[in-house]
């Protein structure tokens, strides 16, 4: 998949979550916004309900969705059948679309409703999105060739001292009075950074890299270099900055990880018993939908 592709691959995911939230949001807004007791009286009530022809679809489809996005990310992974099926970024990018949209079809649902031992696989699907947020944030701190594979610290440190030689090459005179640069690209300020000091480190170069860059084109561009050598050199820093922190907490995050798969997993567990039992006892209730 090259780059143009893989932007419309992304780009159509963003384009049917959002539109599947907005449409249905919209659509439903005069029933789901009123109480609880006055729906009944609602003309959409009949459709909208969970029972509903439409609510009772969005929660079908909305759990397919959900099974089909985690098990084939867990197949692609993990079968070696299908080691050579599309990139494994590609599978996460599929499994984070799936299993977005599938909650918010979920949610439209329940009707914004959350009574009974079901709410408890609700809250769980709740906190599942939440630390898939956060641990896709983790996941792209490990550098990882496009296959999805780790990438060892020699060949992350070798990347590195590539894009240090290129930099220096080309902005000798420029870079090399900038203290906070070779501060920022240096593997000591990483050490010893325990997790929660690497949560705020990473936090807050986000906005120190975002100053320093400012700085530094300020200064190519009195120096007369042409805009093209600058929008090079700022993305070579960025990178080689980004590069040189993922080294240096490279160990912090692999445990961190770790520690988020213990996590997360129990909830998706939680979520998808509840809902069986739960789908169990509607269809023994005798809801059909529209079989
Ligand atoms: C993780 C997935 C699901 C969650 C979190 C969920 C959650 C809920 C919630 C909160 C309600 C409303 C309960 C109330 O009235 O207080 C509900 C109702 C209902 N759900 Fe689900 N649901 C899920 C999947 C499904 C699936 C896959 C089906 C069908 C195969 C289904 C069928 C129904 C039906 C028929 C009702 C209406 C029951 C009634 O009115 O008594 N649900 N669900
Ligand atoms: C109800 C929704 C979701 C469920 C049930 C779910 C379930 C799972 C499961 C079972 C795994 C483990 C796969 C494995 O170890 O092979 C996983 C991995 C993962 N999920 Fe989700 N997930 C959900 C939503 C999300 C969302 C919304 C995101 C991101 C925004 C996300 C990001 C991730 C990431 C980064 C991994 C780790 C991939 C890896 O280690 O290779 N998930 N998910």
């Known amino acids: 998949m090259n780059k143009t592709l893989h932007k419309i691959y992304i780009g159509s995911f963003f384009l049917v979550g959002i539109t599947v939230l907005v449409l249905l949001g919209i659509n439903g807004y005069s029933y789901y916004t009123i109480p609880i007791e006055e729906r009944f009286f609602h003309s959409s009530h009949q459709?909208?309900?969970?029972?509903?022809?439409?609510?009772?679809?969005?929660?079908?489809i909305g759990t397919l969705m959900m099974i089909f996005g985690v098990s084939i990310y867990m197949i692609r992974k993990r079968s070696r059948r299908?080691?050579?099926?599309?990139?494994?970024?590609?599978?996460?990018?599929?499994h984070i679309f799936l299993c977005t949209v599938g909650p918010i079809l979920v949610l439209?649902?329940?009707?914004?409703?959350f009574g009974g031992i079901v709410s408890v696989s609700f809250w769980s699907m709740v906190l599942v999105v939440l630390s898939g947020i956060i641990g896709r944030f983790i996941y792209i701190q490990i550098p990882r060739t496009i296959q999805g594979k780790e990438l060892d610290v020699q060949e992350l440190n070798s990347m590195r001292q590539q894009m240090s030689h290129n930099l220096y090459i080309d902005s000798t005179m420029s870079l090399k009075f900038t203290k906070d640069y070779e501060r920022f690209s240096s593997l000591e300020r990483y050490a010893n950074l325990g997790i929660i000091k690497s949560l705020v480190v990473i936090i807050a170069d986000y906005f120190r890299i975002k100053i320093l860059v400012y700085k530094i084109n300020k200064q190519l561009k009195e120096s007369g270099v042409s805009?093209?050598?600058?929008?090079?050199?700022?993305?070579?820093v960025k990178t080689e900055i980004v590069l040189t922190r993922r080294i240096g907490l490279l160990k912090t995050m692999q445990k961190l990880f770790r520690y988020w798969h213990i996590a997360h997993l129990p909830f998706a567990i939680a979520m998808f018993v509840i809902m069986i039992i739960h789908v169990a006892v509607t269809v023994i209730f005798g809801y059909k939908w529209i079989f």
């Open 47 to 60: 459709s909208l309900k969970p029972s509903g022809i439409w609510g009772h679809g969005f929660g079908i």
């Open 108 to 113: 439209y649902h329940t009707s914004f409703k």
């Open 82 to 94: 299908f080691f050579t099926f599309g990139y494994l970024k590609h599978w996460l990018e599929f």
């Open 227 to 236: 805009a093209y050598r600058i929008k090079e050199i700022l993305r070579t």
